[in-house]
T-cell receptor, first 114, second 111 residues
Framework: DAMVIQNPRYQVTQFGKPVTLSCSQT?????MYWYQQKSSQAPKLLFH???????NEADTPDNFQSRRPNTSFCFLDIRSPGLGDAAMYLC?????????????FGPGTRLTVT | GNSVTQMEGPVTLSEEAFLTINCTYT??????LFWYVQYPGEGLQLLLK?????DKGSNKGFEATYRKETTSFHLEKGSVQVSDSAVYFC??????????FGTGTLLAVQP
């Protein structure tokens, strides 16, 4: 089945220690998104890639970076995690950008910062 | 601006009860509308969608109708099951290239 895969499902890192979360997709979609979701809240878009074009949200902290080396993979790098960065991180894809196209979500990576 | 307002939860129902979760939106133009469901510990899954006014999206017994006059997209199900317990997010595809989500409504169905 075509899908969005996130690894690992659970990640523990130390305060200030860089961490990378991974996402891959077999849908061959052009757009890949990273969301942060804290408890009992809606997902918050951090940034997205449309093909190789990176689109950052205005309020995304500089501490969050992303890489998309090819169509299938996208990475979220947190350079110096703080306690406030503990959250569920969701990767999603869509065929094209724009509101008409549904987004397909991965299962998420739950990040704990100690 | 673009926003989505949905009823606050938690909504607690007995099995086989009728479900309504209200959702209204503000947007420029006529965006596509979506309901996503999130089961505990998982990512979001698309439940249903509607792309234009008067369209009805349906899936797994859930329905929602795109009402342009009232800018609403209320989610309904005639008979809920325990397995429907989850968080439900209403969203619209706004003028920018992203989804605008509501705050989510937790549904708890008791046997």
């Amino acid at each position: 089945d075509a899908m969005v895969i996130q690894n690992p499902r659970y990640q523990v890192t130390q305060f200030g220690k860089p961490v990378t979360l991974s996402c891959s997709q077999t849908l061959n979609h052009n757009v890949m998104y990273w969301y942060q979701q804290k408890s009992s809240q809606a997902p918050k878009l951090l940034f997205h890639y449309y093909d190789k074009d990176f689109n950052n949200e205005a309020d995304t902290p500089d501490n969050f970076q992303s890489r998309r080396p090819n169509t299938s993979f996208c990475f979220l790098d947190i350079r110096s995690p703080g306690l406030g960065d503990a959250a569920m991180y969701l990767c999603a894809t869509s065929r094209e950008p724009g509101g008409t196209y549904e987004q397909y979500f991965g299962p998420g990576t739950r990040l704990t910062v100690t | 601006g673009n926003s989505v307002t949905q009823m606050e939860g938690p909504v607690t129902l007995s099995e086989e009860a009728f479900l309504t979760i209200n959702c209204t939106y503000t947007a420029t133009g006529y965006p596509s509308l979506f309901w996503y469901v999130q089961y505990p510990g998982e990512g979001l899954q698309l439940l249903l969608k509607a792309t234009k006014a008067d369209d009805k999206g349906s899936n797994k017994g859930f329905e929602a109708t795109y009402r342009k006059e009232t800018t609403s997209f209320h989610l309904e199900k005639g008979s809920v099951q325990v397995s429907d317990s989850a968080v439900y997010f209403c969203a619209h595809g706004g003028a920018t290239n992203k989804l605008i989500f509501g705050t989510g409504t937790l549904l708890a169905v008791q046997p």
